[in-house]
């Protein structure tokens, strides 16, 4: 097991999410603390121009591709839930 890089698209369904995505992007921020990386100069989670979601650089702990992207999708959709996020309320895309 090693700490791997997963890059993370969360795309927003509801219009009405859309429009508060500014306000969401520091409360996911926060919610992902202890795996966000700063790989992009922009910081470890990104909004969309158009607020329809977010990218997140996350950093797990795992033991394969495969693996990766099941800890970070898994990690992501904690913290959505946490956020008041239904799983019908976004889809989450990792690349790794």
Same mark, same amino acid.
């Given at each position: 097991?090693?700490?791997? #890089?997963?890059? +993370?698209?969360?795309?927003?369904? &509801?219009?009405?999410? @859309? =429009? !508060?995505?500014?306000?969401? %992007?520091? &409360?996911? @921020?926060?919610?992902? #603390?202890? %795996? ?8 470890? /989670? ?13 950093? +797990? ?5 495969? =693996?990766?992207?099941?800890?970070? !999708?898994?990690? /992501?959709? =904690?913290?959505?839930? &946490? %956020? ?13």
């Amino acid at each position: 097991m090693s700490v791997r #890089p997963a890059t +993370v698209d969360i795309s927003l369904v &509801r219009p009405e999410d @859309r =429009e !508060r995505s500014a306000d969401l %992007l520091e &409360r996911l @921020r926060e919610s992902l #603390p202890d %795996l966000a990386t700063t790989a992009d100069p922009a910081g470890p /989670v990104t909004r969309a121009d158009d607020g329809s979601g977010f990218t997140a650089h996350l950093h +797990v702990t795992a033991g394969d591709d495969a =693996e990766t992207e099941r800890v970070a !999708r898994a990690e /992501v959709v =904690e913290a959505l839930g &946490r %956020l008041g996020f239904d799983d019908t309320d976004y889809t989450v895309d990792v690349v790794v």
